[in-house]
């Protein structure tokens, strides 16, 4: 996705498939690119420090849950 290339997902319909799980095959797929998570994050400027330290947070928070799944 750098450089403004795009992806073009291609999901083909079995012949006598429904559409609604085609359209659910399309959605999963969609949702693995990161495509919305990624032009949301965009949408709005963050400091390299204060994406490193919710980083950080998150990695405390996971292993804080580890350590009392251990217990």
């Given amino acids: 996705m750098k450089g403004g290339a ?4 291609i999901i083909p319909v079995k012949e006598g498939e429904n559409i609604d799980r ?3 095959r399309f ?3 969609f949702d ?5 998570r990624q032009l949301r994050s965009r949408q709005q400027f ?3 420090s204060v994406r490193m330290r919710e980083q ?3 990695a405390q928070y996971i292993q804080g849950l580890r350590d009392q799944e251990a217990l």
């Fill in 6 to 9: 795009s992806i073009m997902l």
């Fill in 22 to 24: 085609a359209l659910k």
């Fill in 27 to 29: 959605k999963r797929k």
């Fill in 32 to 36: 693995k690119t990161g495509t919305m």
């Fill in 46 to 48: 963050v400091k390299k």
């Fill in 56 to 58: 950080l947070q998150k």
